[in-house]
Antibody
Framework: EVQLVQSGAEVKKPGESLKISCKGS????????IGWVRQMPGKGLEWMGI????????RYSPSFQGQVTISADKSISTAYLQWSSLKASDTAMYYC?????????????WGQGTLVTVSS | QAVLTQPSSLSASPGASASLTCTLR?????????IYWYHQKPGSPPQYLLR?????????GSGVPSRFSGSKDASANAGILLISGLQSEDEADYYC?????????FGGGTKLTVL
């Protein structure tokens, strides 16, 4: 079964950098797309971007372009989401999720989420 | 105007049916879209339930009971998630999603209360 295991909760100060991870369990990790979804406290889901670990093809939601960087290391079946300078408004739960393609397909398997808290 | 609009809350009784709607913005025809449905219980990640475009283009998520089904109401320009035989465990937030303009777009979610 597909499993996505995310890194643990983080508490950071405004202006700090951060990189969180999402490790896949299956050998075909490189052949699927891994997306990132934000959920701010008490709010709904927002798609941030997606990457194909096989060749690191990456697409961003216009709302998040330039705000975060998505990357992957297929040799260790891991995708990443990073910030260079965090803001308090980045406080949220972040989920990674698998998709079969960049297109009209579902996110069928989800990580457990990484809670990021940004506070001075 | 948001691309997808969902009622913020809905209540229904155990054993009854609940119809959750996902209305597409004017100018975007529901007929063209696959509607994806997820639910999320407190403290847990979203879970994929199903997708529905038409009776010939639909898919149930792995392990999702058949009492969850999808449909559309063309007159309302909306996708519908129907849950029959409601159980207390169905109490959750429900989100719809579409693939629109090369991006995945979620609705704001409906909190379903079973009481």
């Amino acid at each position: 079964e597909v499993q996505l295991v995310q890194s643990g909760a983080e508490v950071k100060k405004p202006g700090e950098s951060l990189k969180i991870s999402c490790k896949g369990s299956e050998k075909s990790f490189a052949n699927n797309w891994i997306g990132w979804v934000r959920q701010m406290p008490g709010k709904g889901l927002e798609w941030m971007g997606i990457i194909y670990p096989g060749d690191s093809d990456t697409r961003y939601s216009p709302s998040f372009q330039g705000q975060v960087t998505i990357s992957a290391d297929k040799s260790i079946s891991t995708a990443y989401l990073q910030w260079s300078s965090l803001k308090a408004s980045d406080t949220a739960m972040y989920y990674c999720a698998r998709n079969l393609g960049y297109g009209d397909y579902q996110f069928d398997y989800w990580g457990q989420g990484t809670l990021v808290t940004v506070s001075s | 105007q948001a691309v997808l609009t969902q009622p913020s809350s809905l209540s229904a009784s155990p054993g009854a049916s609940a119809s959750l709607t996902c209305t597409l913005r004017s100018g975007i025809s529901v007929a063209s879209y696959r509607i994806y449905w997820y639910h999320q219980k407190p403290g847990s990640p979203p879970q994929y339930l199903l997708r529905y475009r038409s009776d010939s283009d639909k898919q149930q998520g792995s392990g999702v009971p058949s009492r969850f089904s999808g449909s559309k109401d063309a007159s309302a320009n909306a996708g519908i998630l129907l849950i029959s035989g409601l159980q207390s465990e169905d109490e959750a937030d429900y989100y719809c999603m579409i693939w629109h303009s090369s991006a995945w777009v979620f609705g704001g979610g409906t909190k379903l209360t079973v009481l």
